[in-house]
């Protein structure tokens, strides 16, 4: 097999694999990129849109570039596999020109031997020959030597032009080499910047599929989480609000029961020293701060007061009804005085009475003073204030605990009076308003019997007035208080029916009668 051949056979190896490596390489590349997309796409649906095709285009733009490193090293290791074959293959020709020339040296060599072999039979005969004619020997000596002269250099110069035509065919060989695999090398570039722009092409497609799908999908997604989310909110909202009315109807609950305390310990009070404070200790577990003043004559003198830390003792506080302000005011008009919420300081632009000494410190406060009758004539002031609040829950609504809790306590002390100066023991009126447990029916003995189911009458109803008292308004305003509150009236009508005896109901309708004075302010009209 000859060189050319040789040469021919290697380079259409090389041409073979480097294709084939190319082939694998652009299939390889296509099938990461077609997964890459399929990825892409599936990591689209769980994004939001913009986040997602964001995402996409910065990782198809990353794998494009990988891809575009990964095909220019695979270039530059097929050219340097090119390179290495074509090293290889010059190798090869140096060491076959180097068997060339040692072969001509050989050759050389043979026909140097062989000429100095000759020259040694030339000597030889004529050294045998000697006694023929000298210039006879020394012309075939001369002739012998010219002779292997010009065959040495025949051999030198044959030599030489086959190491120059083998140098040349060489040189010949790696040109068109190289050019053949620079060709080959620009043609696998184009081809792969050419599937590369296509594959760009194709993945951007993909992409922007996977983007409107992704879009989709999102929406989808979006949609369905705002539903749960609505849901779960009004959930929450509506778990709020429960436990709100809960809140409330416990706080209603804690109200009552500290009111209904407060009526039974006036109740259970023996002397009037007891009634005097418990009506404090009622009050002072309604409001901040609450204070019973007894009236000497025109003065008003301290009993006893709660949540007054710098006033001293209650003893020590001795005013007269100016200086009083408003327990002066109702020791002189009989009546409930109830101040708005104001500074001390700033009665003169309000035209409202002042507070009394005793509470000017605490800041702008809603206060009012009741009074504690007997027979008609005022013979003790409750006074109590606190801080105004907008929203009407059970606490804000103490001046109505307290005005039943002064009533009551003039009715206990009106019934301690007459008890005194009869000296006899009254039956005492229990005044147990709890809707849990109803007590034993009143007594029948008179017109005691008669003031005590209008008390009663009274306590259930305040009872309505106080907790629904949005209702009460809305009430008033439409004229149909008794379709409004219909369940309450009932309910209290029941509590009625079972604690007064039929026989006082039967002689007057004080349940009816405290209904129109308590929630309709004495308009009939106003129960619709």
Known sequence: MSIDD??????????????GHVEADLATFTDELARLAAEERSQAVEQAVTAAAAEARRQAEQQISQLRDATQRQVEDIK???ETQVGELRRTLHAQLEE????AQAEIEEARRSAHAEVESARQQARRDVEQTREQASQQVEHAQRHAQSEIEDARRTAAAQVDDAQRRMDQVLAETR?????????????GRAELEAARTEAEARIAEARRVAQAEAEEVLVAQLAVAHAQAEQRVTDAAERTR????????????????????????????????????GAGAEVDRAAVLLVKGDRLRGWRMAGFP???PAKNIELDLDRAGLAGAVVRTGVTVSRPMVSPGDEQGTRQPALPPFALSGGPRHAMALPVTVGGQVVAVLYADAARTDTPTAASRWPAVLEILARHASRALEAMTVQQAAGVSLPRVVARASHSALPGPVEQGGGGDEDAARRYARLLLSEIRMYHEPLVDAGRRSRDLRTRLRGEIDRARRLYEARVPAGVRERSDYFEQELVRTLADGDRSLLG
């Open 6 to 19: 040789r040469i021919r056979r290697a380079l259409d190896h090389a041409l073979e694999a480097v294709r």
């Open 80 to 82: 340097r596999a090119a």
């Open 100 to 103: 060339v020339r040692r072969t």
């Open 179 to 191: 050019a053949d695999l620079e060709a080959q090398v620009e043609e696998a570039r184009r081809r």
């Open 246 to 281: 809960t809140d409330a109807h416990q706080a209603d609950l804690a109200h009552a029961a500290r009111m209904v305390d407060a009526v039974r310990t006036l109740d259970d009070a023996r002397t009037l020293t007891q009634a005097l404070d418990a009506l404090v200790e």
């Open 310 to 312: 710098d006033a001293g």
